[in-house]
T-cell receptor, first 112, second 111 residues
Framework: DTAVSQTPKYLVTQMGNDKSIKCEQN?????MYWYKQDSKKFLKIMFSYNNKELIINETVPNRFSPKSPDKAHLNLHINSLELGDSAVYFC???????????FGEGSRLTVL | QKEVEQNSGPLSVPEGAIASLNCTYSDRGSQSFFWYRQYSGKSPELIMF????GDKEDGRFTAQLNKASQYVSLLIRDSQPSDSATYLC???????????FGTGTRLQVFP
C-alpha cells in the first residue's frame, strides 16, 4: 500500500484553466504539506495542515487554495493557471509538525 | 543569503570512495537536520536525521552536525553507482517548525 498517494501524476493544461491535485496518506499522520519543486529542483513549502487546521501558509498567490477535509487528505486547487506554475507538486505528511516528512510521488504540472 | 545552502555539484566520485556532501544554514535557532535522497523523477526519501552536535552513523551513511559553525554534512562510505542521486539537506527551525530544503547536491558515482 502506498503511504502517501497523489493524483493525478501528470497534468498538462492551458494557461487560464483551473486544476486540482488530490493527496491521501494512510500513515495515520496528523500533519500534511504541499511542496513545490521547480525546474532547478528547489523544494519550497507552500502549505501545511495539522488536523485539518492551516498552520503554514507561505507567500503563495491566492490562486492556490488548499483544502483538508480530514487529517488523511489534503487537496490543492489552482485557479487561472500561469506558465510559472509549471512544476512538480509534492504532498507530504508527518506525525506532528516536527516529525520526519514522507513524500508522495509528485504531480507534474505543465502549463502551456 | 539562502536559508540552506548546498553546492549543486555534480560531485563525481569513483565506486568505493567516500562521498562528502555539505550543507550550511543561516538560522541559528534550527534544531533538527535531515538528509533526503532524490532519484531523478522520483520523490525525496529520508536517509538520516540528526539533532545533536557530533556524528551519527547508519550503515554506510554518517551525518555530522556542528551547530556552532552552522554546518551539517553527509558522508557516504563505499559509494555505489546506485547512490547516484540528488541529496537534499533540510533544516527545521525551532521557531517556525518549517522544514526548509537546500537546492540539493547531485552525486555521481562512476564504476
Amino acid at each position: 500500500d502506498t503511504a502517501v498517494s497523489q493524483t493525478p501524476k501528470y497534468l498538462v493544461t492551458q494557461m487560464g484553466n483551473d486544476k486540482s491535485i488530490k493527496c491521501e496518506q494512510n500513515l495515520g499522520h496528523d500533519t500534511m504539506y504541499w511542496y513545490k519543486q521547480d525546474s532547478k529542483k528547489f523544494l519550497k513549502i507552500m502549505f501545511s495542515y495539522n488536523n485539518k487546521e492551516l498552520i503554514i501558509n507561505e507567500t503563495v498567490p491566492n490562486r492556490f487554495s488548499p483544502k483538508s477535509p480530514d487529517k488523511a487528505h489534503l487537496n490543492l486547487h489552482i485557479n487561472s493557471l500561469e506558465l510559472g506554475d509549471s512544476a512538480v507538486y509534492f504532498c507530504a505528511s508527518s506525525q506532528g509538525s516536527r516529525g520526519e516528512l514522507f513524500f508522495g510521488e509528485g504531480s507534474r504540472l505543465t502549463v502551456l | 543569503q539562502k536559508e540552506v545552502e548546498q553546492n549543486s555539484g555534480p560531485l563525481s566520485v569513483p565506486e568505493g570512495a567516500i562521498a562528502s556532501l555539505n550543507c550550511t544554514y543561516s538560522d541559528r535557532g534550527s534544531q533538527s537536520f535531515f538528509w533526503y535522497r532524490q532519484y531523478s523523477g522520483k520523490s525525496p526519501e529520508l536517509i538520516m536525521f540528526i539533532y545533536s552536535n557530533g556524528d551519527k552513523e547508519d550503515g554506510r551513511f554518517t551525518a555530522q552536525l556542528n551547530k556552532a559553525s552552522q554546518y551539517v554534512s553527509l558522508l557516504i562510505r563505499d559509494s555505489q553507482p546506485s547512490d547516484s542521486a540528488t541529496y537534499l539537506c533540510a533544516v527545521r527551525s525551532y521557531n517556525t517548525d518549517k522544514l526548509i530544503f537546500g537546492t540539493g547536491t547531485r552525486l555521481q558515482v562512476f564504476p
